[in-house]
């Protein structure tokens, strides 16, 4: 098989980045390395979803009050299966699960880090063929490293994280990961079966022409969002309007577009939601790290979204994330209304 020397893969990447530090472990890459693995396993699966039994629901419902797919526990089930049997990670929190997962064995108990995530995001759409993701974020612990992780090493705030990073599985498979460095995109090439650099040094254009949010719940959201929405309707062409809405329902799917073209992604409170839907551990918090890495910003619509201090695992929040000047625009209309 002729291997294109030009193309880097994941592994060589993590590792011309260790040269730069010389005092690095190497956990790090070793976790990014199951993850990536896990994602690949989780993409098979995906894509054949259609033609084996693990489509639809479960039966069961998960910590969030929703129903479980059968897919979001093979997700959920490999990740947690990897990581354990990896020596980077001391430990997950997702969100199926009720409580952490400790993995409470010699190696893991000297780890660095415990990963935070959401196995399958997006999961409703499994059954109508839509994009959906995986997303994680990794910590540094600060229990006392020999010793089993804690439920405090989970509750940090997000600009406590060391890295943050999503799988889309769509037309093609995409790993996008941050770090304090740069956020860089990977697509999984099937020919070789490996992750390779396809988008370096990604940054979140300033400005977009792509607003999305859910239009169904317009008049349950407050009426500074009401009249942004309004705004992004009725520009004219001398401002740069009318935005253009979309909205997948899939919420990886919606930031990484926006990511890539610029764009604001709105998940507001609702009236019958008031402390928001999302969960602020394992969707906000590394989509807010990696949008800000690229140049953009990420609020609850009053405060930075990685000032946050979580006080539980499954706290839900509100989300306004994307370009940096949408975003601003955004807070001028949201600040008018006290």
């Given at each position: 098989?002729?291997?294109?020397?030009?193309v880097?893969?994941?592994?060589?990447?993590?590792?011309q980045q260790?040269?730069?530090?010389?005092?690095?472990?190497?956990?790090?890459?070793?976790?990014?390395?199951?993850?990536?693995l896990?994602a690949?396993?989780?993409?098979?699966?995906v894509?054949?979803?259609?033609?084996?039994?693990?489509?639809?629901?479960?039966?069961?419902?998960?910590?969030?009050?929703?129903?479980?797919?059968?897919?979001d526990?093979?997700?959920?089930?490999l990740?947690?299966?990897?990581t354990?049997?990896g020596?980077?990670?001391?430990?997950?929190?997702?969100?199926?699960n009720?409580d952490?997962v400790?993995?409470?064995?010699?190696?893991?108990?000297?780890?660095?880090y415990?990963?935070?995530?959401d196995?399958?995001?997006?999961?409703?759409?499994?059954?109508?063929?839509?994009?959906?993701g995986?997303?994680?974020?990794?910590?540094?612990?600060?229990?006392e490293?020999?010793?089993?992780?804690?439920?405090?090493?989970?509750?940090?705030?997000?600009?406590?994280?060391?890295?943050?990073?999503?799988?889309?599985?769509?037309s093609?498979?995409?790993?996008v990961y941050?770090t304090?460095?740069?956020?860089?995109?990977?697509?999984?090439d099937?020919?070789?079966?490996?992750?390779?650099?396809?988008?370096?040094?990604?940054?979140?254009?300033?400005?977009?022409?792509?607003?999305?949010?859910?239009?169904?719940?317009?008049?349950?959201f407050?009426?500074?969002?009401?009249?942004?929405i309004?705004i992004?309707?009725?520009?004219d062409?001398?401002?740069?309007?009318p935005?253009?809405?979309?909205?997948?329902g899939?919420?990886?799917?919606?930031?990484?577009?926006?990511?890539?073209?610029?764009?604001?992604?709105?998940?507001?409170?609702?009236?019958?939601?008031?402390k928001?839907?999302?969960?602020?551990?394992?969707?906000?918090?590394?989509l807010?790290?990696?949008?800000?890495?690229?140049?953009?910003?990420a609020t609850n619509?009053?405060?930075r979204?990685?000032?946050?201090?979580?006080?539980?695992?499954?706290?839900?929040?509100?989300?306004?994330?994307?370009?940096?000047?949408m975003?601003d625009?955004l807070?001028?209309?949201?600040?008018?209304?006290?």
């Amino acid at each position: 098989m002729n291997i294109n020397r030009k193309v880097q893969t994941l592994d060589e990447f993590t590792i011309q980045q260790r040269r730069d530090f010389p005092q690095a472990t190497g956990e790090l890459s070793m976790l990014l390395k199951d993850i990536a693995l896990a994602a690949k396993r989780v993409n098979v699966e995906v894509n054949k979803a259609g033609l084996v039994d693990i489509l639809g629901d479960a039966g069961e419902v998960n910590v969030q009050g929703e129903d479980v797919k059968k897919l979001d526990i093979f997700a959920n089930n490999l990740f947690i299966g990897v990581t354990r049997h990896g020596v980077s990670c001391a430990g997950v929190g997702s969100e199926e699960n009720d409580d952490i997962v400790v993995f409470d064995d010699p190696l893991s108990n000297n780890s660095k880090y415990v990963m935070l995530m959401d196995p399958l995001d997006g999961s409703g759409n499994i059954d109508v063929n839509v994009s959906i993701g995986t997303i994680f974020s990794i910590y540094r612990r600060v229990s006392e490293k020999g010793t089993p992780a804690t439920i405090e090493d989970f509750l940090q705030p997000g600009n406590k994280q060391i890295a943050a990073g999503y799988i889309v599985y769509g037309s093609s498979t995409m790993l996008v990961y941050a770090t304090r460095i740069s956020v860089n995109g990977f697509t999984l090439d099937q020919t070789i079966g490996e992750f390779t650099l396809s988008h370096p040094d990604i940054r979140c254009p300033e400005e977009g022409k792509i607003y999305s949010v859910n239009h169904g719940n317009f008049w349950q959201f407050d009426e500074g969002i009401r009249k942004y929405i309004n705004i992004c309707q009725k520009k004219d062409k001398s401002n740069g309007g009318p935005y253009n809405q979309r909205y997948i329902g899939s919420m990886i799917a919606d930031v990484h577009r926006n990511l890539i073209k610029g764009g604001i992604f709105m998940y507001p409170t609702t009236s019958d939601k008031p402390k928001g839907k999302l969960r602020l551990l394992y969707e906000c918090n590394p989509l807010a790290y990696i949008i800000e890495k690229a140049g953009g910003k990420a609020t609850n619509g009053t405060e930075r979204i990685l000032d946050i201090q979580p006080t539980e695992l499954h706290q839900r929040s509100s989300l306004f994330i994307g370009s940096m000047k949408m975003m601003d625009e955004l807070e001028s209309y949201t600040r008018k209304v006290e």
